[in-house]
């Protein structure tokens, strides 16, 4: 009687934190605006806590229905704009350029403002809900193929394309699950951890509901190393090169895979993927391309600051040593030290298998993001989905963690609050060095 009073409480229980999570969904998919901090923080709280409730609470039988109720959560986001983000505005200016027949890579979107360029679709109201109308577009070529088709179907709705955009990020989250699932079968992993993924409120929120194609990239990492680990190189290689076309921080990983393949068999497989990569780039490439693009990572690395770490440190001491920010030298610096911890952890490595492939990932996603001058919070669905295959679950304190960052969009005028940093990333840290003590004490 006792066993069964306990089931069904935990029945009941389980009912009632999936429906909260549906009520935090919509009001935070629908409702909400990015300035709304005291609601976003509390109806994000409330679902993270349900997320890791309902985490602890699902037995092994009941991992399918929780799965199918993450797709649905996400299913529930599709059908409103972002409201969280405005950069699907430059998804649809993008995806217009195209479809008149100019490369959003040519010129900055003030370029046709200014010039009183008569381009259909390309109106003053679409400019004005810009946020980098004096930027190059960055976005690499299966965005942009993304942002065509949506515009193609829908050439006059933004909401239109909008459903689109989030419709082909949706497939690609079904198909992160089903690799999540059956790469964890295969290392005789807890079926249970891919709900790590499923569940967690910034991998559904920031993907499908505010339009970040991490989760492209995302699926087709998973689909790469899924073919590797069944010894299709060639395979791999193409699902590796749509993964750094989604967007470009797989490339990182290249030194941990060169390890496990061989210089030989990398040669041929780099080599593939290089080629297609090219291919893919080529309906971009035209004179102004190359500098246009190089001129966005650069400002990437030497302008763009927001909720860093160590970057924020060596701020404060430029301006002590200085008297000015030193983002120019600091950030290409940083980078050059993620390369170089990177390319030393890879080749000292002495497990090498793949098996072990995801935590020396982890690492390199890790470094990235610590040195990095610009982290939001859609840059963590790397570590969430990665940590899934290790002992490591800082990744997931960082994702409920690193909401509070909206807060800095409630103040007129804007400003970075480096207090919710110093919070976030100390208690991030804390919790990392936690688990590198348990991990070593239990080594």
């Not at 029945?11 to 999936?18: A, E, M, N, V």
């Not at 993924?197 to 699926?219: D, K, Q």
Request: charged share 10%; aromatic share 18%; with cysteine.
């Amino acid at each position: 009687m006792d066993k069964l009073q306990r089931t069904s409480t935990a029945f009941w229980l389980q009912g009632l934190i999936g429906g909260l999570c549906i009520y935090c969904a919509i009001v935070l998919g629908y409702t909400v605006r990015q300035s709304d901090f005291s609601r976003i923080i509390l109806h994000y709280g409330a679902w993270f806590a349900g997320f890791i409730i309902l985490y602890w609470l699902c037995p092994a039988r009941q991992v399918r229905f929780w799965l199918l109720f993450g797709i649905l959560l996400r299913l529930i986001l599709v059908f409103g704009l972002p409201t969280l983000s405005d950069d699907l505005y430059r998804f649809i200016w993008d995806g217009r350029l195209w479809l008149n027949g100019i490369n959003p890579f040519d010129h900055k979107p003030s370029f046709y403002i200014e010039n009183s360029l008569n381009i259909p679709g390309l109106d003053l109201a679409l400019y004005q809900q810009l946020n980098s109308p004096e930027y190059f577009t960055i976005y690499p070529p299966l965005a942009q193929l993304v942002f065509v088709m949506a515009c193609w179907i829908f050439p006059a709705s933004v909401l239109g394309s909008s459903i689109i955009m989030k419709l082909f990020l949706l497939t690609a989250e079904i198909g992160s699950l089903i690799l999540l699932r059956g790469l964890l079968q295969y290392f005789k992993r807890s079926p249970k951890l891919v709900l790590l993924y499923a569940l967690n409120p910034l991998i559904i929120l920031e993907i499908v509901g505010n339009l970040h194609f991490e989760g492209f990239m995302v699926f087709f990492l998973l689909l790469a190393y899924w073919f590797w680990i069944k010894g299709s190189w060639w395979k791999g290689g193409i699902a590796m090169s749509l993964s750094i076309v989604s967007k470009l921080l797989p490339l990182m990983f290249l030194p941990f895979i060169i390890r496990r393949m061989g210089w030989k068999k990398s040669i041929w497989t780099f080599s593939l993927m290089g080629a297609l990569m090219i291919a893919a780039f080529l309906p971009l490439f035209n004179a102004a391309f190359i500098h246009n693009f190089s001129d966005s990572l650069d400002l990437y690395f030497r302008r763009f600051e927001f909720n860093a770490s160590v970057y924020y440190v060596l701020r404060w001491l430029g301006f002590q040593v200085a008297g000015y920010n030193l983002i120019a030298q600091i950030g290409p610096g940083l980078a050059l030290i993620t390369l170089l911890s990177i390319c030393w952890v890879a080749f000292t490595e002495k497990k090498v298998d793949w098996e072990s492939w995801p935590a020396r990932a982890l690492f390199a996603i890790t470094v990235y993001l610590m040195m990095g001058t610009i982290i939001h919070p859609w840059y963590l669905s790397l570590p969430v989905v990665l940590c899934i295959f290790t002992s490591m679950r800082y990744p997931i304190l960082w994702s409920g963690l690193i909401f509070l960052t909206y807060i800095n969009y409630s103040y007129t005028p804007y400003f970075e609050n480096l207090w919710v940093v110093g919070v976030e990333y100390g208690l991030v840290l804390l919790f990392l060095l936690g688990e590198w003590r348990r991990l070593f004490a239990g080594a």
